[in-house]
């Protein structure tokens, strides 16, 4: 067979064509984006966002497709940067901010994604735990967070919206000289400058409406966390609430409330969160805790926080040493050790010739999909363990499951086109950054735990530990 | 028109068309301009993929008009169209069983 023969030119004419769709599809999103500014004022905040991931999703494919069609006549090195000058200086400014606001998004997506998966995880715990032993205090507590989430997160997109507002908007304009800390009468001597003070007139109002509105979801969301009876649920509660009514306050510091003239709207949401700090103290006081009850554990022999945080710890920890396991099972495959061995000889990259090996063996390649599919989602299910607070930084849990990481990442090392490396060295590294601070969260509710322990009948206590070492499965 | 199967099927098969080439690329009995041939074609397995992923995700959000459903899958129909012209062309090399093990 000729390769050459029948596929030459091939790719750059492919490539070719794909120029015009993918242009068009830029400039559909662009068009889009102009939108925006209407959006943030009177749309839906999930139109915002959904259109500027899409706008960035179209960024991204014309910049792919022109590197492809340079690479063709240059060579990769070139056809990076090429990628890169073509998304930066073609596209232009509009770009970068439009990447910059992005980004700000998806962050914030994945934030508010962190506490609904903390809160739904919880949940399920609940849900579940009512089958075996229904109590009214789980139900309780479940309608509770179920609220908090809700209202927490709408008063989140308000965050949001400044965002937009700050990069997109004739605010943008407006606040950008408010970031220079000028005083609030500047920014109308700004907005006439700019002939907008009409629109940022209208614009202030809006925001002023949806500060309010927000306010009121946080409010709610406070009273809210007050009803949950589960001191570890309320600390990281009362820990998001603040920490977003501070992330608010910061960007709205220049936008002059209409009741309270001399003050900001950030002002206000500065003493909300002062007010909640107070709050959560009060109420996060060490209490009698309740026992907690284990999916799949008799209702009769209820358990502790810690030994739920421990349960779960050692399941994590276990599927992450046996995805590590399975990946040294398969490394140690004659077939695979042949390709390594055979790299070495030859002097080509060990992931190369693993992928050719995959390619004449297709029982081999099935099992290595398979097998990556089944261990893609481990490394998350680690990190997340540790970011919810359910394994702490220093317990033996966490060791066993940093030492498994490290083994993925170690087997992983040589398979082509591989997201567990990646992924894993990441993790690895949030890991370490996360070591580096101090664990109040996990500590203070620890301590909380151990209190529960210590006012539980002796009956209950030695019920405890054994039953600690079975799989929450 | 594109569906979310045909365009998870397209994913697939440009993974398999890319899977022979990257052999190709590294085979020592290929000659330096089927080699050469072979890492062009993985350009434009990438591109695809990058694009084909995209859509992917485009045809799950909500509230796309019809409008914008047509220019988003435009880029797909052409691809469709391209994996069709490479499979005529592995058929002509009598490697196309071999390249889509006969699930294409």
Redesign the interface.
Known sequence: MSIAQHFKGFAKKSLDELIHPIQSVKNHWKTEMDRIVYWTTVGDNAQVRSGILAYLDGISKVAVVAGGIAALAMNPVMAAGFAHTFSLEVIGAPATAVAWTGSHFLRKQSTESILEHRINQKMLAWEKAKHTAPHQQSKDDGKAIDLFSKNLSAAMQFSEIMDVSRKFGVMGKVLSEADQVRPVNSLLVSARSFNEKSKISVAVQNIQTKAETAQNKFNAASLLLAEIQDTDLRQNGYQKLIAEVENVAQKCLVIPDRENSGKSLGDQFLAMAERYRKESAEQLKPVMGKPVSIPGQPAAAPQTVAGYRQIVGQDVAGKVEKAAQRMAAFNARPEVQKAFADAAMYGIPKDKALSAVLANHPGLALEYVQLHNDIAHVPFKAVNALDIGLVKTDSPEAQRIHAGLQGMRDQGRDWPMSMVLSMTQQILDQWDQRLKQPDTLAAASNQTADMVVANQPEATQGAVAPRSRRSVR | MQTLADVQNMLQQIDQIE??????M??PD??A??Q???S??I??T???R??LD?LL??LQ???LTPE?LA??Q??A???AQ?IA??AD?FD????REEVF?GVQ
């Open positions: 899977v022979f080439f990257r052999v190709a590294n085979d290929e000659d301009e089927s050469g041939v072979a062009d074609m350009l434009w990438t591109s695809a990058e694009v995209g995700a485009d959000r909500p509230n914008t220019i988003l435009k880029p129909d052409v691809i391209q012209n490479a062309l002509k090399m009598g490697v093990g």
